[in-house]
């Protein structure tokens, strides 16, 4: 029987699969449930130093199931279940101490944006398109949309994309910050798996303190968030890892991070 999700690993980076072609790889409870342990396996794993999410087809994600949505749209406590487990995977995604790294082809489209919203590093490809559909059917961002969007682009933009449920291209997504970087669409998985490789190459606790003052500073006023990082940077500083950097330097070689 064919998974909805594939996992496998190259180099020291666990690569997740989203394998749902026929149905653009929308984002079923099961699917959600299946992510979030394979990040936990991923975690888990001392080899893995990157994660690397990707799909199968054309399309990277056209968002939730609403087949299986319509399955139980009249319990509230039905909806609230379905709409919490998307919640805690992509916030998973965001507090991983791993980097997370996603390589988009073609569609990326409401529940799929979302997706793209809580991962680090976003590769696309010229075929892509993002769009916050949901308007366009009457429905509303359930998974963090609503919340990611307007603090990675900005409340006028993010209304605006909501609002409309249009589509960007791969050039207007990198122009609006929503994506780091557009590559040919057969190039675009190497291309993401080499950045997954270099990231392997860092420190794994410099990363995943980068990613802790990042996330938990986003809502605090400057001030404090400045005060969190002389705290967490003075002991950080004296890790084994900064002084591995700080010979490297000095001996003028690359350094190596155990």
């Not at 790889?25 to 080899?47: P, V």
């Not at 994660?51 to 054309?58: E, F, H, P, Q, Y």
């Not at 916030?91 to 793209?116: D, N, T, Y």
């Amino acid at each position: 029987m064919k998974q909805a999700l594939e996992t496998s690993q190259r180099h020291g980076v666990g690569i997740i699969t989203l394998n749902r072609p026929e149905q653009f790889n929308c984002l079923s409870m099961a699917l959600h449930e299946a992510l979030y342990k394979a990040m936990e396996q991923f975690e888990s794993d001392s080899t893995i130093r990157a994660v690397l999410i990707a799909a199968n087809g054309k399309n990277f994600c056209t968002g939730a199931d609403l087949e299986e949505v319509s399955g139980f749209r009249d319990s509230d406590e039905g909806i609230r279940t379905f709409l919490k487990t998307g919640h805690e995977t992509l916030r998973k995604l965001e507090v991983s101490p791993l980097p997370v790294v996603i390589a988009q082809q073609g569609l990326a489209l409401a529940g799929g944006l979302e997706l793209i919203l809580a991962g680090d590093v976003v590769f696309a490809g010229k075929s892509a398109k993002l769009g916050d559909q949901h308007a366009q059917f009457g429905l509303v961002p359930g998974w963090g949309g609503s919340q990611r969007l307007t603090r990675l682009i900005g409340r006028r933009r993010a209304i605006e994309l909501m609002f409309s449920a249009r589509w960007l291209n791969a050039e207007q997504a990198l122009d609006f910050g929503l994506v780091n970087y557009v590559e040919e669409d057969d190039t675009l998985f190497d291309s993401a798996l080499a950045y997954c490789q270099q990231l392997c190459q860092r420190s794994s606790a410099g990363l995943a303190l980068m990613k802790q003052l990042s996330d938990r500073g986003l809502d605090m006023p400057l001030e404090q968030g400045l005060a969190m990082e002389l705290d967490l940077a003075t002991p950080a500083l004296r890790s084994d890892a900064v002084g591995e950097g700080l010979k490297a330097f000095v001996e003028k070689r690359p350094p190596q991070f155990s």
